[in-house]
């Protein structure tokens, strides 16, 4: 059956956002659209016609990355949990990842994007804002929670969110690196949740 003109454009991007994540991990910032294309079977103006550059390829390539990333978060914390229940059940889920067959290879990949964007001006404040998008959905996710009486603030959440990313992608990266030994599911989750406390919290 031949593919509509949506599907083979939607193949295309598949191809392009797989080529460009093996690539961008082996090279990092030596990564080359033409060797990208090429790995898709595509030409460099496919890249130009579905993602407008090849920032925007890259800036594509963090959504598809990050959006199951956080879609897995938001199915495994409970909606009417607590806050200490949520977070600790978000750090038991990082935990989990690090056990992953691909979880180097995923580390990989974001140190090698995070040297992208340090190397280049254009694409460090959008690298950053599409971050800084996904982390809003774990602000959301954690919003209203009760905690000690009281229900998260959107203002608190953020806060905490910010926090929380910042100590797990650490704790993840020294498991992977093999600088914090087994650090089971508990130690992930006890750490996590020390951080809340009214200096990180702050103000509602």
Known sequence: MRM???EAKE???????AAARLIVARDGHR????EIA??????????YSLFGSKNGLLLALVGDHLGPHYEGVERAVPA???LTEAVETFARHYRRLCDDPGALRELSFEISLQDLALRDPGLQPRLA???RAHEERLAALLAARGHDGTA???????????????LLIGLSQAVLLGHAGAAPEEYFAATARALITPGVLGPP
């Open 129 to 131: 804002a599409s971050v």
């Open 31 to 34: 990564a080359r659209l033409e």
């Open 80 to 82: 009417g949990a607590g």
């Open 4 to 6: 509509t003109r949506a």
């Open 152 to 166: 998260l603030t959107p203002r608190q959440a953020a806060r905490l969110a910010t926090a929380l990313r910042a």
């Open 11 to 17: 193949r295309n991007r598949r191809a392009l956002l």
């Open 38 to 47: 090429e790995r898709a079977g595509l030409t460099t103006g496919a890249v």
